[in-house]
């Protein structure tokens, strides 16, 4: 390779790998987060924690669509275009 193509291979795996740290972190957090706040509701009152329970029970888990899945990380454009729309500003 000619140094400008292996700098470009170099700068390409510097950043997945700063990406992948940030993700993991970020993960990471948010699921602590999570247990404190699973465990806050552990804390709440018997009846009212079995009633959470079963309504809990009764919600539906999230079903990722296989197809949909490859299309958004085929496609970054439609992500991003998906992203979009969830945010309150426009451009």
Do not use: C
């Not at 806050?40 to 009212?48: Q, R, Y």
């Not at 079995?50 to 919600?59: G, N, P, T, Y």
Request: aromatic letters at 6%; a negative charge.
């Amino acid at each position: 390779w000619d140094p400008q193509e292996r700098e470009g291979v170099i700068d390409l795996i510097a950043h997945l790998y700063s990406h992948i740290s940030n993700r993991n972190a970020f993960e990471a957090l948010i699921m602590k987060d999570g247990v404190k706040t699973l465990q806050k509701a552990e804390g709440l009152d018997e009846e009212m924690l079995k009633e959470v329970l079963l309504k809990k029970a009764s919600i539906r888990n999230i079903n990722l669509n296989t197809s949909e899945q490859k299309q958004l990380a085929s496609e970054p454009d439609s992500l991003v275009e998906k992203l979009a729309a969830f945010t309150p500003f426009k451009k």
